[in-house]
């Protein structure tokens, strides 16, 4: 993948201020949850770029190969809690919300595990990993993972 444009370069002091509120963000939930969060968006959004990142950062924080491979199936998959399978229906809602689809159940069973802060906290999470994975697709970034580059 050939980088189209440097955003950090393009626009050093919005970008600055976005990195900064995706990092506030992120700190506002629980480390686990956030990086499956954003694992699953960019597999929707077909962010190769994201899903190499956070699949490591998640490695790098202890989740399971896996709860990492079966994200894609999570539905099917008997190894997340309720918790965070409201949060991946959630963010599968939010997501794919331009295809049409109603979000009333998923908000049914985001009620029931997440405060009113954690919804918008999570909301917002979705939202900064969205808008991050149309960046990243549409300038070409690519992040080369730590284990990678020392090899």
Known sequence: MTAKLNPYAAAPSLMKQF??????INDSLESSLVELVKIRASQINQCANCINMHTAEARAGGETEQRIYLLSAWR?????T????????????????????SHEAAHA??????????????????????A??????????????PAKAAA
Request: net charge negative.
């Open 109 to 130: 069973a985001l009620a029931g595990h997440f405060s009113e802060e954690e919804q918008v906290k999570l909301t917002l999470l979705i939202n900064i990993i969205n």
């Open 76 to 80: 099917e998959a008997p190894c997340y």
């Open 82 to 101: 309720d918790r965070e399978r409201a949060a991946l229906a959630w963010t599968d809602a939010l997501t794919t919300m331009a295809q049409g689809h």
């Open 19 to 24: 990195t900064s509120l995706s990092v506030t």
């Open 132 to 145: 991050w994975n149309r960046i990243a697709v549409g300038f070409g970034l690519w992040y080369e993972t």
